[in-house]
């Protein structure tokens, strides 16, 4: 059973905005939304995380519905560096860090 | 150094020698995980280790055997391998109950 569904690919053109939604609809009531973006041979890199409130960082912006199944990340002007893959995963707040990455979306950011 | 650092960042092995991945962190985290992420499959967990403790274990294979001499370090021993354990072994810190993981580049295994 797939914990989340993510679209496999997305363009998007240098400068605008991307924005790269999530399905997590059996999210339980104590797992926030992580995201995480992975650059071709490197390591994966946190993005952001939140529970039930909107969240933003220098990275991004993460908009969480109200009923919690689903979440848009928002790159607000995405550069060429930002082409990556990007995942969302639900994770216990007060687990051992149990990530469990799917397929995630290939963003790719045009010039 | 900064982060999580791992060394070698690509390890070329026969399937009868015995190698070790080393995975520092200068975080001062005290929870490390091991991940394997090959081609064809999502990021798997395979060893977590809070304050030097394994505390999970995924039905990983004997042939992998990880090492936590103290918070900052983490060692997979890895000997009698299989071409299918090629892959890139990534090493992750976080603080304890926090899901923050701050990873490592990896190392690409290649075996033969």
């Known amino acids: 059973d797939a914990k989340t569904t993510q679209p496999p690919s997305m363009d998007c053109a240098e400068g605008r905005a991307a924005n790269l939604p999530c399905n997590h609809s059996t999210i339980s009531g104590n797992e926030y939304v992580y995201w995480y973006r992975q650059i071709h041979s490197q390591g994966p890199q946190y993005i952001i995380h939140g529970l039930k409130n909107n969240e933003t960082n220098e990275m991004a912006s993460l908009i969480i519905t109200e009923d919690r199944k689903s979440s848009t990340l928002i790159l607000p002007h995405a550069t060429l560096r930002d082409t990556a893959v990007y995942y969302c995963t639900p994770a216990g707040g007060t687990s051992y860090g149990k990530l469990t990455f799917g397929q995630g979306t290939i963003l790719t950011v045009h010039p | 150094e900064t982060g999580v650092t791992q060394t070698p960042r690509h390890l070329v092995m026969g399937m009868t020698n015995k190698k070790s991945l080393k995975c520092e962190q200068h975080l001062g985290h005290n929870a490390m995980y091991w991940y394997k992420q090959s081609a064809k499959k999502p990021l798997e967990l395979m060893f977590v280790?809070?304050?030097?403790?394994?505390?999970e274990n995924n039905s990983v294979p004997s042939r992998f055997s990880p090492e936590c001499p103290n918070s900052s370090h983490l060692f997979l021993h890895l000997h009698t391998l299989q071409p299918e354990d090629s892959a890139l072994y990534l090493c992750?810190?976080?603080?304890?109950?926090?899901?923050?993981?701050?990873f490592g580049p990896g190392t690409r295994l290649t075996v033969l």
């Open positions: 992750a810190s976080s603080q304890l109950a926090y899901n923050e993981q701050f």
């Open positions: 280790y809070s304050l030097e403790e394994r505390v």
